[in-house]
């Protein structure tokens, strides 16, 4: 089993910043692509960001240029730096693991976190 478990959400003013940490537990050698999501009420989770274990970087256009996902392999831990920060920013954010696939299938496909609220007030 792999546990996430994300930290450093809060409430910042338009314009903040803020740093959310992932780290991961367990049998990591299963982790593979990591990647931060949110959620709002009545809306669709939304991939935010995601990185390889090569450190390879995907964003969504709605944060490309104000957040930054970074990777510390040996620490299991994932970042997301948010810049410039927005009211339309405010979600629960969650992190997830991809599974990789082992031979004998020790690993489940995807892994999630229990999520970090972040609120932007204008």
């Known amino acids: 089993q792999v546990h996430l478990v994300e930290s450093g959400g809060g409430s910042v003013q338009a314009g903040g910043s803020l740093r959310l940490s992932c780290v991961a537990s367990?049998?990591?050698?299963?982790?593979?692509?990591m990647a931060w999501y949110r959620r709002t009420p009545g809306k669709e989770r939304e991939l935010v960001a995601k990185?390889?274990?090569?450190?390879?970087?995907y964003y969504a256009d709605t944060v490309q240029g104000r957040f930054t996902i970074s990777r510390v392999n040996v620490q299991d831990t994932i970042y997301l730096q948010m810049d410039t920060l927005k009211p339309d920013d405010t979600a629960v954010y969650y992190c997830?693991?991809?599974?990789?696939?082992?031979?004998?299938?020790?690993?489940?496909?995807?892994?999630w976190g229990q999520g970090t609220q972040v609120t932007v007030s204008s």
């Open positions: 997830k693991a991809d599974g990789r696939r082992l031979v004998g299938g020790r690993c489940a496909t995807d892994y």
């Open positions: 990185i390889t274990d090569r450190g390879s970087a």
């Open positions: 367990g049998d990591t050698v299963c982790v593979s692509t």
